[in-house]
């Protein structure tokens, strides 16, 4: 009588996709893309937990509560417009690893940049039962920072901070747009259900106002009309709708991009006052001249003498240090203006 064999068959091991190397936006391996190891530990603001509102999501899926995290934070987080004047101020978020200090204080009244939003992004979603997330390190000198995270369903590689098509997702979900900054490495099918029933529900309503003025936004090839450039309500709705600097300068130079005959000179500044930088966006139109406080989002017209002995004696800067860029918008400057740019 033969013995029966009893065969036993291994489990076959379940494939993880994980950023292993981490790579670029495509995920294929690249020498200027890779983990950063986030050696300091921090305890996320109570305050910022508070905003964020836990309570209010209603995922049960790993998958389900990152999204809405990642779309969450894109709502809170303003970025600081400061960093491109860095060479003129002392702030911790112009260096990573002054910018460690600051992570635990950072909240939705706070400014940030790619690296806290990241580290913060990273901190909260490994605290999500399974997943698990990284920051990426881009560039030779680490000048950018996105993360990615990953389950047993999905890889996600994610960049809130960086401008697509002329927008970051910071922007892009303020003004009711749908995010583009996530690249789904595996799991594609389950992200676009989940991006269908979660996005829809975390756009904010604008008014009416704004919705009208930004409506050109939504169909990259579509132009707004030239007689409803109208900067002053612009600035104002986008203000009265909460809109912070950033995301506003990103409305204001692509607006006047959109024509083939820009209407408008648009210059990036800051004001020094007391030692502080308060970032500007500087706007020429023939002989009339304003400027948007990207702080306040006021629009001030500016008589020329005084944009003169204001701004032309070191107390304005450039962003990059742009002297050409500067030169260019001031030459052939009458002494008074004509009118008010509207």
């Known amino acids: 009588m033969k013995k029966k064999v009893c065969i036993v068959k291994k489990p076959v091991a379940e494939k993880i996709y994980r950023f292993d190397p981490v790579g670029d936006r495509e995920g294929k391996p690249s020498p200027y893309h890779h983990e950063f190891k986030d050696d300091q530990d921090f305890i996320v603001n109570p305050t ?46 112009d260096d990573p690893y002054q910018s460690f200090n600051i992570a635990d204080k950072t909240t939705a009244n706070t400014l940030t940049t790619c690296f806290n939003f990241s580290r913060i992004a ?15 390190a881009v560039g030779l000198n680490q000048g950018h920072f996105r993360f990615g995270y990953y389950t047993d369903q999905v890889t996600v590689d994610a960049e809130p901070t960086s401008p697509h098509h002329h927008y970051n997702d910071m922007a892009r979900v303020k003004l009711g747009l749908a995010p583009v900054g996530l690249q789904v490495l595996h799991g594609q099918a389950l992200m676009q259900d989940l991006e269908k029933r979660i996005i829809p529900t975390m756009l904010p309503k604008l008014t009416p106002d704004l919705k009208e003025q930004i409506a050109w936004l939504k169909d990259e090839t579509k132009l707004p009309e030239p007689e409803q450039i109208k900067l002053r309500p612009l600035v104002d709705n986008l203000r009265k709708n909460q809109i912070d600097g950033a995301t506003t300068l990103q409305v204001l130079i692509d607006l006047n991009k959109r ?38 989002i006021e629009l001030s017209n500016l008589p020329v003498p005084t944009f003169d002995a204001a701004f032309g004696h070191g107390d304005m800067v450039y962003a990059d240090d742009g002297a050409e860029d500067y030169l260019d918008f001031v030459i052939g400057l009458s002494a008074t203006n004509e009118c008010e740019i509207k």
């Not at 800051?270 to 406080?293: F, G, M, S, T």
């Open 122 to 136: 990273v901190k909260l979603l490994n605290q999500i039962e399974g997943v698990h997330a990284l920051m990426i």
């Open 48 to 93: 910022l937990i508070k905003q964020i509102g836990w309570e209010n999501c209603h995922e049960s899926t790993p998958e389900g509560k990152a999204l809405w995290l990642y779309m969450r934070l894109c709502q809170l987080f303003k970025y600081d417009e400061g960093i491109f004047f860095s060479s003129h101020r002392n702030h911790p978020n």
């Open 259 to 296: 024509y083939e005959k820009a209407p408008y000179k648009m210059i990036r500044a800051a004001a020094i006052n007391n030692k502080k930088i308060e970032p500007q966006l500087l706007i020429r139109k023939q002989n009339n001249l304003a400027r948007v406080d990207l702080k306040t």
